[in-house]
């Protein structure tokens, strides 16, 4: 499926307890992205702009409920001696041929077997044995489809996977087993699929809730999760009226994954969304410096720290274990001028579950 451009290449059929589009309104996308489910009123098929009041101050108080009490929350339903066995759907390089780096877009079906939030993980066990004769331990990787998946009936379950390969100390080439596995995997072929995993990275129930989403590189995967729930799809119980602000860091323009959607998702709620990109290697800052996603962040760094003083602001973090130092960096300082110490009051943003990481 991979090609120089994806044009209307995925039909995604809808759900009808779950979407509000009868049909899929067809985009041409360049390589950096699939076709989002539109958001054509169901009857008249016109585009529906979602217009939202946000206001800068957190709405009338209600009484916290942890996401992570859900009881409709499925965890460990398949394990390594037991797995699901899915089968691929769609593999779709998402990257630009002059990327540093191979990413895909993997879509494998469930039959609603694997019921998942958004924020939970998978983890699939590559075919094969290891070097000590004994099957592939499993290798998690954060979900990037909405709990009902790409194709809006609860069936499927999207990856977004960067391919490792590299150079040793010896100039030996590296391949990562699981990664090539799945880059390489051709529609049809069976996955040995595990979980579903993970509370950390669930949803804030609260739809009027500000979302921060800082993602880097593959990070990006439960951030399109949340953002196609949000933007993308109708819910009986769930209408986003808040703010998502995703801040996403990476090398060059041709390695930022599912820009197109994320600016359709910008032009239908434009008052409910915010889009920022980091570019390292093409943007620099007014000192000239490479513009890393702390960098952009710094560039809002006050009005930030005002949001994360609000009971309803939640930070989501996901990607490179180096991310979380440099926006530590920024915070310490704005949260001195406040005389509030910052990594003190990242411990009690964690308790009340408002500072979400997953970083490898």
């Known amino acids: 499926m991979a090609s120089a451009a994806v044009t209307a290449a995925v039909s995604l059929p809808s759900s009808k307890p779950s979407l509000s589009p009868a049909s899929l309104e067809r985009i041409s996308f360049h390589k950096t992205c699939l076709h989002p489910r539109s958001t054509a009123a169901a009857k008249a098929g016109r585009l529906v702009t979602v217009r939202a009041q946000v206001t800068t101050e957190a709405p009338?108080?209600?009484?916290?409920?942890?996401?992570?009490?859900?009881?409709?929350?499925?965890?460990?339903k398949y394990k390594p001696k037991e797995p699901y066995i899915g089968r691929c759907l769609?593999?779709?390089?998402?990257?630009?041929?002059?990327?540093?780096?191979?990413?895909?877009?993997?879509?494998?079906?469930?039959?609603?077997?694997?019921?998942?939030?958004?924020?939970?993980?998978?983890?699939?066990?590559?075919?094969?044995?290891?070097?000590?004769?004994k099957p592939h331990k499993l290798r998690l990787y954060s979900i990037a489809s909405s709990a009902i998946g790409d194709f809006g009936d609860s069936k499927t379950v999207s990856l977004c996977v960067k391919r490792l390969v590299y150079t040793?100390?010896?100039?030996?080439?590296?391949?990562?087993?699981?990664?090539?596995?799945?880059?390489?995997?051709?529609?049809?072929?069976?996955?040995?699929?595990?979980?579903?995993?993970?509370?950390?990275?669930?949803?804030?129930?609260?739809?009027?809730?500000t979302v921060v989403m800082l993602g880097t590189g593959?990070?990006?995967?439960?951030?399109?999760?949340?953002?196609?729930?949000?933007?993308f799809e109708k819910h009986e119980n769930y209408k986003f009226n808040g703010l998502a602000w995703l801040f996403l860091?990476?090398?060059?323009?041709?390695?930022?994954?599912?820009?197109?959607?994320?600016?359709?998702?910008?032009?239908?709620?434009?008052?409910?969304?915010?889009?920022?990109f980091a570019v390292s290697r093409e943007q620099t800052n007014e000192k000239g410096e490479k513009m890393y996603i702390q960098t952009r962040m710094a560039q809002y760094a006050s009005e930030l720290w005002e949001l994360l003083?609000?009971?309803?602001?939640?930070?989501?973090?996901?990607?490179?274990?180096g991310m979380e130092k440099g926006i530590d960096d920024i915070?310490?300082?704005?949260?001195?001028?406040?005389?509030?110490?910052?990594?003190t009051y990242k411990r009690e943003l964690k308790k009340a579950e408002q500072w979400n990481v997953e970083v490898y």
Request: with cysteine; charged share 25%.
């Open 60 to 76: 009338a108080k209600v009484a916290k409920v942890s996401k992570k009490d859900d009881e409709g929350v499925v965890t460990n």
């Open 90 to 133: 769609i593999n779709t390089k998402i990257t630009g041929d002059d990327a540093p780096g191979e990413t895909n877009h993997i879509v494998f079906s469930t039959e609603g077997e694997i019921p998942y939030r958004e924020g939970q993980s998978i983890g699939v066990i590559a075919d094969g044995i290891d070097k000590n004769g």
């Open 168 to 209: 040793n100390e010896q100039g030996e080439i590296v391949k990562g087993v699981c990664s090539n596995f799945l880059c390489d995997l051709k529609p049809g072929a069976a996955v040995k699929i595990t979980g579903p995993v993970g509370k950390e990275m669930l949803m804030p129930k609260d739809p009027n809730a």
């Open 218 to 231: 593959t990070g990006i995967a439960p951030f399109r999760a949340f953002l196609w729930k949000m933007f």
């Open 249 to 276: 860091g990476v090398p060059t323009s041709s390695s930022l994954l599912y820009k197109e959607e994320f600016e359709k998702m910008k032009e239908l709620a434009p008052e409910n969304f915010r889009l920022d």
């Open 309 to 321: 003083k609000k009971d309803n602001t939640f930070v989501y973090m996901c990607g490179l274990k």
């Open 331 to 343: 915070m310490v300082s704005l949260a001195a001028k406040d005389g509030i110490d910052w990594l």
